[in-house]
C-alpha cells in the first residue's frame, strides 16, 4: 500500500510542476525537470515494486494523464480567473493640453529626472526636463509642448 502511495503521489507532483512550469513560470526549466524527474521517479518504483506488467500499465497511465492534464490545462477559459480582465487606455496629460501654450509658468510639485510633475493654473501635469535634475518647488516655464509631451525649463 505505501508503494502505491509513493508511486502515485510522484507522478501526481510530477504532473502539477510541469504544467506550474509550462503556464506560471515559462523558461525556467527547473520546475520542469523536477516534474519529469519525479514522473519517471514514480514510474521506476513501480517496475520495481510491482513487476513488469503493473509498471507498463502505470507508464501508460502516467502518458495518458500528463497528456489529459496539460491538455485541460491549456484549454481557453480554464486560467480566466487569472487572467487579468480590465484594461488602461488612458494617456498621460491626454486632452488637457488646450489650457497650455509656452512660455507659461508653473512651479514643480516633484523633482525632474527628468519627468516628473509640474503645476500650471492650478492643474497637475505630467512635464520632462531636457535633461537637467531639478528639484521639487523650482519655477519653471513651458518650451515645448507636443504629442502629450510638455518640456519645461527653469526659470
Same mark, same amino acid.
Do not use: H
Given at each position: 500500500?505505501?508503494?502505491? !502511495?509513493?508511486?502515485?503521489?510522484?507522478?501526481?507532483?510530477?504532473? !502539477?510542476?510541469?504544467?506550474?512550469?509550462?503556464?506560471?513560470?515559462?523558461?525556467?526549466?527547473?520546475?520542469? !525537470?523536477?516534474?519529469?524527474?519525479? @514522473?519517471?521517479?514514480?514510474?521506476?518504483?513501480?517496475?520495481?515494486?510491482?513487476?513488469?506488467?503493473?509498471?507498463?500499465?502505470?507508464? +501508460?497511465?502516467?502518458?495518458?494523464?500528463?497528456?489529459?492534464?496539460?491538455?485541460?490545462?491549456? &484549454?481557453?477559459?480554464?486560467?480566466? &480567473?487569472?487572467?487579468?480582465?480590465?484594461?488602461?487606455?488612458?494617456?498621460?496629460?491626454?486632452?488637457?493640453?488646450?489650457?497650455?501654450?509656452?512660455? @507659461?509658468?508653473?512651479?514643480?510639485?516633484?523633482?525632474? &529626472?527628468? @519627468?516628473?510633475? +509640474?503645476?500650471?493654473?492650478?492643474?497637475?501635469?505630467?512635464?520632462?526636463?531636457?535633461?537637467?535634475?531639478?528639484?521639487?518647488?523650482?519655477?519653471?516655464?513651458?518650451?515645448?509642448?507636443?504629442?502629450?509631451?510638455?518640456?519645461?525649463?527653469?526659470?
Amino acid at each position: 500500500m505505501a508503494y502505491w !502511495i509513493s508511486v502515485l503521489l510522484l507522478i501526481f507532483c510530477g504532473v !502539477i510542476l510541469v504544467i506550474i512550469e509550462l503556464i506560471f513560470v515559462p523558461g525556467t526549466t527547473v520546475l520542469g !525537470i523536477l516534474g519529469v524527474v519525479a @514522473m519517471v521517479g514514480g514510474v521506476y518504483v513501480s517496475f520495481g515494486s510491482f513487476g513488469n506488467t503493473t509498471g507498463l500499465w502505470v507508464l +501508460a497511465g502516467t502518458i495518458t494523464f500528463s497528456i489529459l492534464a496539460l491538455v485541460y490545462s491549456l &484549454r481557453a477559459g480554464t486560467w480566466q &480567473r487569472f487572467a487579468l480582465k480590465s484594461s488602461i487606455d488612458s494617456k498621460v496629460n491626454e486632452n488637457e493640453k488646450s489650457d497650455l501654450r509656452i512660455g @507659461m509658468k508653473g512651479k514643480l510639485v516633484s523633482d525632474l &529626472r527628468p @519627468m516628473g510633475t +509640474a503645476e500650471f493654473a492650478d492643474k497637475l501635469y505630467e512635464v520632462q526636463t531636457s535633461g537637467n535634475y531639478l528639484e521639487a518647488g523650482n519655477n519653471v516655464e513651458i518650451i515645448s509642448l507636443s504629442d502629450n509631451k510638455i518640456v519645461v525649463k527653469p526659470i
